[in-house]
């Protein structure tokens, strides 16, 4: 089969054929040549005389000569027959070859004629091989692939590329894309391949494109993913995490390994991990390690797969890991915290309980609720009510817990439980947790241990309603009983009688034995009061005062039961081994005569009782319709009071102190014996006239009105003090209850600094009631109150049982002796020697003694002699505006300052 194209031209003679027959023809004439030389004669003689013989042989040897000439040509034209046959059958094997080749193939000469095309090539374009022409050159093949649609849009762009590139891409019209490499042949011409890669273009677009997805997949990928050759260890992969984890770029990382990229300690533990990988025998290895990276550590949970070749060697380690550092801190921190909530849960003072609403199964349980079930927790837990309680209990839980889904709010009710510790009383707690969309998911039970909070309760309700020292009612008790009393005899000639008892020398019992005897004497009081008044209602109404209620035929009844308690209360108390005798002072009311209401008949009872008091202790009074008006006075003394005091009706009088002494020589009080003045308080009624301090200062006192008053008081005598030439003292009195309400040392340093009078010109009076109330606090006032450099002093010394006692816990400036023994000087043996002794104890103690309430010449005389230092009283001088002793504070009386009025607030 022809699959090359012959061009029509004849074939000239084998060169090797002309020069044997050449030869030939050569051999044969050559006798012949050489006969003439050797005879000399010419051919033409010797042929006409020739011997016949020679003849023969001539032609004999030309036969000869052409056969083997002939012989020669026969073989030269069979072996050129082989040749050919051979060249044929090379040629055609050639041919069949190329033509069953994927690749087209076109070859052309130096003259750009086209000398071989084979069948792929026709197929790729759609040529056929009639389509070809004798003498058709390369260009005309391609204008008619052109013309054909099988080269592209433009045939300019095609040649142009031809002649550019060696290699190079054509894409058909119909979607196909051709593939041409033209290699150039030393003695010139070209050989084309072409190749339809139609398919490995998509296959290669599709794995570029799977190449680029897959490449993108791993860069985005959140964990950090890198390959490396075992080999060498070199990385060859790493993704984008991997970049900002190691903060390299990948162009970095690739070809380096672990010991380039980090520190050696980091790198060790990479390698450690990936030699346990690949001597792990599954391929896969999982582990934690830390790498230093920047200033902190970080920890990585790394996954490593070895990759083997077809022999099963390692070839690849792939490893991803990522940076739990801050998982890891915060799975610590949610450790942490599980645990605390677990704590706190397992320390909550109430037993928790959590149950599936599903099963019923206990889901959590604190360490609290195993007294509830009275079992481990750890051996509840997954089991349901049923299963450790029964059924009846499971039947009851669950309707409490069906009312908690029905209602989704908390139910709670209170039931006693068996517990460990005996039978409890607990408040159960009920509380649904549902979905998102609203359905039942657990049941939140808490049980709280409320015994000893109802047994508190009781207690305090009890204690709302009862003493809590001797356990007898309280007021508010007695006067639910006064009204249930009166409610009960309304309409009915009935009466009963209310008893206000007073407890005479109480105060002095805790004075001079303490509080804790004091308690002792009040509890036995009240059990004999309630064992006399047995059938009476008995109540506390005060620290030392009692109320009884009683019903019978009155007063002469109430009369009796007071007689009687009088005689309970007469005999010895025994505390301690202290004999102890006090006495009882009662007043009496009666229903329905002295009122109609509980808060009345206590009220009258209460005025009966002062009434007693002011008369005799020890005494029984009963009310009197006269008693209420006093009441009813006393009532609005004290609302005249407190608008005296917002209208500034108050003011100041000054009783000077001298020097016993000089006063005692001269017989009158002179400027240079005056040594201070004592600030007392007067009110000046628009109504009543002049309030004698007897009957206001009480009353100030027992309202708390003191407070307030006092504090105008010492403001008032410090800015008056403070406008006297000469430096004297000022002594203001201090009440106890100014010790207890505010802030005295405060208030004394603010005056102090708002006046500009020097602390030690102020004098400050207490009583021993400043002490007696709280002992501690009261000592420790009086040391802040020196400590700013004021003088304390106190009043009264000798009326009360504990004042050596005081003088020994606080170094006292100056101490005043009581009036009343000033007053029996002369009549009483024993005061003179009391005084002596007080003035001879102060002395020792280096404290100034001031006598009180020197109203005689004698008894300044006497002091003189028993060197009292200073004396006090209307023999000295009688309280006054400090105008009228404008000579003692070295002014003239024009002079003196205007007081200024107290005001409220």
Not at 56 to 66: H, S
Not at 337 to 345: D, S
């Amino acid at each position: 089969m022809i699959l090359g194209i012959r061009l029509a031209e004849r074939e000239p003679r084998s060169p090797a054929i002309a020069g044997l027959l050449a030869a030939a023809c050569l051999l044969a004439a050559e006798p012949a040549m050489a006969q003439p030389a050797r005879a000399g004669f010419f051919a033409e003689a010797s042929l006409v005389s020739a011997d016949p013989r020679m003849i023969w042989q001539i032609m004999l040897g030309g036969f000869v000569i052409f056969g083997l000439l002939t012989a020669i040509i026969v073989w030269v034209v069979t072996a050129l027959r082989k040749v050919r046959m051979s060249h044929s059958r090379r040629m055609s094997f050639i041919n069949s070859s190329l033509n069953r080749m994927n690749q087209g193939i076109v070859m052309q000469n130096a003259l750009g004629r086209v000398v071989f095309c084979n069948d792929r090539y026709l197929e790729i374009y759609g040529l056929a091989r009639e389509d070809l022409f004798a003498g058709i050159t390369n260009d005309d093949l391609i204008e008619m692939r052109f013309r054909r649609g099988m080269l592209g849009p433009s045939l300019e762009d095609y040649m142009a590329t031809v002649k550019a590139n060696a290699r190079f891409v054509v894409e058909l019209p119909d979607g196909r894309s051709i593939a041409i490499h033209h290699s150039r042949l030393p003695a010139g011409g070209i050989v084309s391949l072409h190749e339809d890669c139609t398919e490995q273009r998509a296959l290669s677009r599709e794995l570029a494109s799977n190449k680029t997805f897959l490449e993108s997949v791993v860069d985005n990928i959140p964990v950090c993913i890198a390959a490396k050759n075992i080999d060498d260890g070199r990385y060859t992969l790493a993704n984008r995490a991997f970049e900002e984890f190691s903060r390299m770029p990948r162009d970095k990382i690739v070809g380096r390994r672990a010991e380039e990229i980090f520190s050696a300690v980091s790198a060790a533990s990479i390698n450690e991990a990936d030699r346990a990988a690949i001597e792990s025998g599954s391929g896969h290895y999982s582990s934690e390690f830390v790498v230093e990276l920047g200033s902190k550590p970080r920890v990585l949970a790394s996954n490593r797969v070895v990759a083997r070749d077809e022999k099963g060697n390692p070839q690849f380690l792939i490893a991803m890991f990522e940076d739990i550092t801050e998982r890891r801190e915060m799975s610590n921190e949610l450790e942490d915290a599980r645990k605390f909530l677990e704590r706190i849960v397992d320390n909550i003072p109430v037993a928790l309980m959590v149950r599936r609403v599903s099963d019923g199964q206990f889901q959590i349980l604190n360490r609290g609720a195993e007294s509830i079930i009275n079992r481990s927790r750890e051996e509840a837990l997954g089991k349901t009510v049923g299963t450790l309680f029964g059924g009846e209990v499971a039947k009851v839980a669950q309707l409490r817990d069906q009312e908690a889904i029905r209602k989704k709010a908390m139910v709670a009710e209170e039931q006693p439980i068996h517990t460990s510790e005996g039978l409890r009383l607990f408040a159960t707690r009920r509380v649904a947790v549902f979905d998102d969309v609203g359905t039942p998911q657990y049941i939140i039970q808490t049980h709280e241990d409320v015994t000893q909070r109802r047994q508190i309760e009781s207690r305090m309700a009890h204690m709302a309603y009862h003493d809590g020292l001797t356990d007898l009612p309280n007021r508010a008790a007695f006067l639910q009983s006064l009204s249930q009393m009166i409610d009960a005899c309304e309409g009915a000639d009935e009466q009963f009688a209310v008893l206000s008892i007073d407890l005479d020398r109480l105060k002095e019992v805790n004075d001079v034995f303490g509080h804790a005897v004091g308690d002792e004497v009040l509890i036995e009081v009240a059990r004999r009061i309630k064992k006399v008044a047995s059938g009476g209602a008995v109540a506390r109404l005060a620290g030392d005062e009692f109320g009884v209620i009683i019903d019978g035929k009155q007063p002469e009844s109430a009369q009796l039961l007071a007689e009687r308690l009088a005689q309970a209360v007469r005999s010895e108390f025994n505390v301690n081994g202290k004999l102890i005798r006090l006495g009882l002072t009662v007043g009496i009311s009666i229903y329905p005569q002295n009122g109609v209401t509980a808060a009345t008949l206590l009220a009258n009872a209460d005025a009966a009782l002062f009434r007693a008091k002011s008369n005799a202790r020890g005494s029984i009074r009963l009310f009197e319709a006269e008693m209420d008006q006093q009441i009813r006075d006393r009532r609005a003394l004290h609302q005249d009071l407190v608008n005296a005091i917002r209208n500034g009706e108050l003011s100041l009088h000054y009783q000077p102190l001298a020097i016993t002494r000089h006063v005692c020589e001269t017989g009158s009080l002179q400027p240079k014996d005056a040594v201070g003045f004592e600030a007392l308080a007067r009110w000046l009624h628009p109504v009543r006239g002049f309030i004698p301090p007897g009957d206001f200062i009480p009353l100030a006192e027992e309202s708390g009105l003191i407070v307030e008053m006092g504090e105008w008081i010492l403001r008032e005598a410090c800015r008056e003090a403070a406008s006297w030439p000469r430096p004297l003292q000022v002594s203001v009195n201090l009440s106890p209850a100014q010790f207890v309400h505010g802030d005295l040392v405060g208030l004394v340093h603010s005056i102090l600094l708002e006046t500009g009078l020097s602390p030690g010109r102020l004098e400050l009076e207490i009583t021993e009631g400043v002490l007696i109330e709280d002992f501690d606090r009261g000592l420790l006032l009086l040391r802040q109150l020196k400590g700013l450099g004021v003088k304390i002093s106190m009043d009264d010394f000798g009326s009360g049982y504990s004042s050596l006692t005081y003088l020994q816990a606080f170094p006292f400036d100056k101490i005043k002796i009581d009036r009343t023994f000033i007053l029996h000087l002369g009549t009483k043996p024993q005061s003179a020697a009391i005084i002596r002794a007080m003035i001879g104890l102060c002395h020792g103690l280096n404290i100034t003694v001031v006598a009180e309430g020197v109203e005689t010449q004698e008894q300044l005389e006497f002091l003189s002699v028993e060197r009292c230092d200073r004396v006090q009283g209307y023999l000295i001088g009688r309280p006054a505006r400090i105008a009228q002793y404008s000579d003692l504070v070295g002014r003239p009386a024009e002079l003196a300052a205007d007081p200024q009025p107290l005001r409220a607030g």
